[in-house]
C-alpha cells in the first residue's frame, strides 16, 4: 500500500455526531444514539474510490468509566462499519482506546499508540498523511505522529478556541465534505 493513500479519521463529530453534553456521560455508548454527519458517508465513500486506505482512531474513555461496555462499543462499530460497507464506503479498521487520561496508558490521544498499532498491524507507512479530527487532542497526536492535521468545525471545536492552543491543525474546514475535498485536491502534502 502506497504511502500516501493512507488516511485517518477521528470518529465522533467527524463521521457521526458528537454527543456533547446532550446524552448522558457525553458518549456514544449504543447504536441507537450513534447519527452519521451530514455528508460524512458519502464523503468517505469518495475517499475509498479514491483508493485511500481508511483508518478510524478514537478515544472513548466512556467504557473504562463505566459508562458502556466493551460489547457495547464494539456493537456500535460493526453496525457503523456495515453501515458504510453497505454504501461503498469501507473502513481498514477502527481503533480504540477506552482508556481514561489517569490510566496512562500508551494509547489515549494525545498519545500516539493507536496510530503505531495501526502501522505495525495493517504493515503501512503513514508518515505525512491526513489525520482529520474535531478535537485538540487529535490535533496534537497527529502532530506528535508525523500527520497533516485537518481540524473539523463539525464536531466540539469552534474557530475561536484553536487561537489557544499551542499545536495548531495544518488546515481548518468546517466538515468532512470540505476536508475530503481538500484531500482529493491535494493527494501529496506538503511538508511545512
Ligand atoms: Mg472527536
Not at 500527520?147 to 487561537?163: A, E, M, R
Request: some cysteine; glycine content about 10%; charged content about 25%.
Amino acid at each position: 500500500m502506497k504511502e500516501n493513500k493512507i488516511i485517518f479519521l477521528d470518529r465522533d463529530g467527524v463521521i457521526n455526531r458528537d454527543p456533547g453534553e446532550f446524552v448522558p456521560c457525553s458518549y456514544v455508548t449504543s447504536w441507537k444514539e450513534f447519527f452519521f454527519l451530514p455528508g460524512s458517508i458519502e464523503s468517505i465513500q469518495r475517499l475509498d474510490q479514491a483508493g485511500y486506505g481508511i483508518i478510524v482512531i478514537s478515544n472513548q474513555a466512556g467504557v473504562s468509566k463505566g459508562c458502556y461496555t466493551e460489547e457495547q462499543l464494539n456493537e456500535i462499530n460493526e453496525n457503523m462499519l456495515s453501515t458504510l460497507k453497505q454504501h461503498g464506503a469501507s473502513i481498514l479498521k477502527a481503533y480504540y482506546c477506552i482508556h481514561q487520561s489517569k490510566d496512562n496508558c500508551g494509547c489515549r490521544k494525545p498519545k500516539t499508540g493507536l496510530f503505531e498499532r495501526a502501522e505495525q498491524e495493517l504493515g503501512i507507512r503513514s508518515r505525512g498523511a491526513f489525520f482529520i479530527g474535531d478535537g485538540k487532542m487529535d490535533v496534537e497526536a497527529g502532530h506528535a505522529f508525523g500527520l497533516k492535521t485537518i481540524l473539523l468545525l463539525s464536531g466540539k471545536t469552534s474557530k475561536d478556541d484553536v487561537q489557544a492552543w499551542r499545536i495548531k491543525p495544518d488546515l481548518i474546514r468546517n466538515d468532512l465534505q470540505g476536508a475530503v475535498d481538500y484531500v482529493l485536491r491535494n493527494p501529496r502534502p506538503r511538508t511545512p
